[in-house]
């Protein structure tokens, strides 16, 4: 099956070259394009995209503000979609924001072609961060800013010692098959835990579950 493209972006010629070079991919479809940010969540309800390549910054409404609308619980939509922020700067205090709101990910604007492709595919699969050089920092920053969270603490009383072990793994932003080298198990083995732990925690997707792991402590944020 495809996967469904929105992108939303003030910028027509952005647009534009994001959508060429995504339809030019087997398996990937843009389904439409929105200016603002009230076109995207209009859009967003209507077409039901699998992704949505947001950007931060729109006229009538930001980036953000769509993304809360669209993953709220009021949203009129079947399929939940996942959102890729789209920032100009890589450390970007709109962006915290923007993970509070539930985005999915982040890519910067002038990110090569293929790193574009491969953002969407991960986003769309919720099995890996984004441009972890970028996206870990940026969680980073974002968990200085946070206080302690004791809810995040004992919703880890849901997971084995397993589970809590692959999640502190996440939230060093380990892939799959790297969580597998460092616990000598198989990699399918690891994509279950992941999946249970996701599952027992509430999680939309792999960015919420590192979130979590340094709001609980399990993770601590690099000096």
Known sequence: MSISVLIADDQAMVRAGFAALLDAHDGIRVSGQAATGAEAVTLAARLQPDVILMDVRMPDMDGIEATRRILGPGFAAARVPR???????????????ALEAGAS???????????????????????????????????????????????????????????????????RGRSNS????????????????????????????????????????????AT
């Not at 920053?141 to 999640?167: G, M, N």
């Not at 992941?194 to 402590?217: C, N, S």
Request: aromatic residues 6%.
């Open 83 to 97: 959102i890729l922020m789209l920032t100009t700067f890589d450390i970007d205090d709109y962006v915290y924001d």
């Open 105 to 171: 990910g982040f890519l910067l604007k002038d990110a090569l072609p293929e790193e574009l492709v491969h953002a969407v595919r991960v986003v769309a699969g919720g099995d890996a961060l984004l441009a972890p050089s970028v996206t870990r920092r940026m969680i980073e920053q974002f968990a200085r800013r946070r206080p302690r969270s004791p809810r995040a603490a004992s919703a880890l009383a849901e997971l084995t010692d397993r589970e809590r072990e692959v999640l502190v793994l996440i939230g």
């Open 178 to 221: 790297e969580i597998a080298a460092d616990l000598f198990i198989a990699e399918q083995t690891v994509k279950t835990h992941v999946g249970k732990v996701l599952a027992k925690l509430g999680l939309r997707d792999r960015v919420h579950a590192v979130i979590l792991a340094y709001d609980a402590g399990l993770v601590e944020p």
